[in-house]
């Protein structure tokens, strides 16, 4: 089964670099994919997520011009999440587990793009942002209905805690961006705050957002050791706020000692 979703991962980790790409360049997505360089079409053997990668040692069959990184580090990402997702919100014989494994990969396809694309372009695609938050709402009012019968207080409904949760970090990230005029960070960062806390919940958005500063602080640390970047330097910030969604909902699945620590927190 895993192995399913990882398969699934690197075809749709293929797609997302498309999407990436043509959000950019204004392309239509129906479009066969071809070499950015010499504008010819990509031959289908040619197209196979990773593999072919390798196979073209990373250049290009026309025109030998490389190909970025990107690809092969997107697709494996990609296909390593679905089988996480896979494996610890998935199974096939539970019915109600499907709607959040769905959940879950579309809203990690979506963190995927916004992370790449921040990471390139120094700005959150918004349209693919508003498509996140509205595919949460569908589903927190879906699966609130479902449940609604066995939630304690009304904090234990998906809609409320989505909503609170990003009402707190795209507040405080509103706050951080209009109090520095946008050095650091922007009021696109606020919005992505807004759909982390959706994702994760109030009860583990601090924790979220914890996580992202530490990350944040420890990788513009190592950039500016190695680099010559400075303080000054404009780092983006939605990748470390997606590594802090990712963490909190993945790594007390992975490693079920730590849940103590993370109720602590929350
Ligand atoms: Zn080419």
């Not at 997107?74 to 996480?84: H, N």
């Not at 019915?95 to 793009?113: Q, R, V």
Request: with cysteine.
């Amino acid at each position: 089964m895993i192995i399913i979703f990882l398969i699934f991962g690197l075809i749709i980790g293929s797609f997302l670099n498309a999407v990436v790409y043509r959000l950019n360049a204004v392309e239509s997505l129906m479009e066969r994919s071809h070499c950015p360089n010499c504008k010819k079409m990509v031959r289908w053997f040619d197209n196979v997520p990773l593999f072919s990668f390798i196979l073209l040692s990373a250049r290009c069959r026309d025109c030998g011009e490389k190909i970025s990184w990107q690809y092969p580090i997107v697709e494996a990402s990609t296909g390593v999440i679905f089988a996480l997702i896979g494996n610890y919100f998935f199974d096939i014989a539970n019915f109600s587990t499907w709607a959040l494994a769905a959940y879950y990969l579309i809203i990690f396809s979506i963190l995927m793009i916004i992370f790449v694309y921040d990471f390139k372009y120094m700005e959150i695609p918004m349209l693919i942002l508003w498509l996140g938050i509205g595919v949460s709402l569908v589903y927190f009012i879906f699966s609130d209905w479902q449940s609604f019968h066995s939630a304690g207080s009304i904090f234990d409904l998906r809609l409320v805690s989505g909503i609170l949760g990003g009402l707190i970090a795209g507040g405080f990230f509103y706050g951080l961006a209009a109090y520095s005029k946008e050095t650091w960070m922007g009021y696109g960062d606020a919005y992505l705050g807004l759909l982390a806390g959706l994702v994760v919940g109030w009860s583990d958005i601090f924790l979220a957002m914890m996580a992202s500063f530490v990350i944040g602080a420890f990788v513009s640390v190592v950039l500016i050791v190695v680099s010559k970047k400075t303080m000054k330097s404009q780092v983006p910030f939605a990748p470390f706020l997606i590594c802090g969604i990712f963490l909190v909902i993945f790594l007390p699945r992975i490693f079920p000692q730590l849940q103590p620590y993370f109720l602590l927190f929350s």
